[in-house]
Nanobody, 113 residues
Framework: QVQLEESGGGLVQAGGSLRLSCVAS???????MAWYRQAPGKMRELVAI???????RYADSVKGRFTISRDNAKKSVYLQMNRLKPEDTAVYYC????????WGQGTHVTVSS
């Protein structure tokens, strides 16, 4: 089964940027990849999705600010987050969809006001 490892989280001021990375243990070339997040006391929500066919979709709350991308040669998917807001504070999880969804351990993002 594929293993996923996220990195790139941290503390940033509102208006700043972060780039999250997710490295897979196997090829993700044919897999749908996504980023989710879970804020304290809230349910996990979809942030961005990248299909293996190259199309992307975003949650309304991050459209125009976040960009998902992938590098299949590096077995990696990224989330560029710009103009961050305090409400973006959450644990961000990488997801790989195969026979079931596989998850990384998450990376914390804290946006201070």
């Amino acid at each position: 089964q594929v293993q996923l490892e996220e990195s790139g989280g941290g503390l940033v001021q509102a208006g700043g940027s972060l780039r999250l990375s997710c490295v897979a243990s196997e090829s993700i070339r044919s897999n749908v990849m996504a980023w989710y997040r879970q804020a304290p006391g809230k349910m996990r929500e979809l942030v961005a999705i990248d299909t293996s066919a190259g199309s992307t979709r975003y949650a309304d709350s991050v459209k125009g600010r976040f960009t998902i991308s992938r590098d299949n040669a590096k077995k990696s998917v990224y989330l560029q987050m710009n103009r961050l807001k305090p409400e973006d504070t959450a644990v961000y999880y990488c997801n790989c969809m195969r026979d079931r969804g596989y998850w990384g351990q998450g990376t914390h993002v804290t946006v201070s006001s």
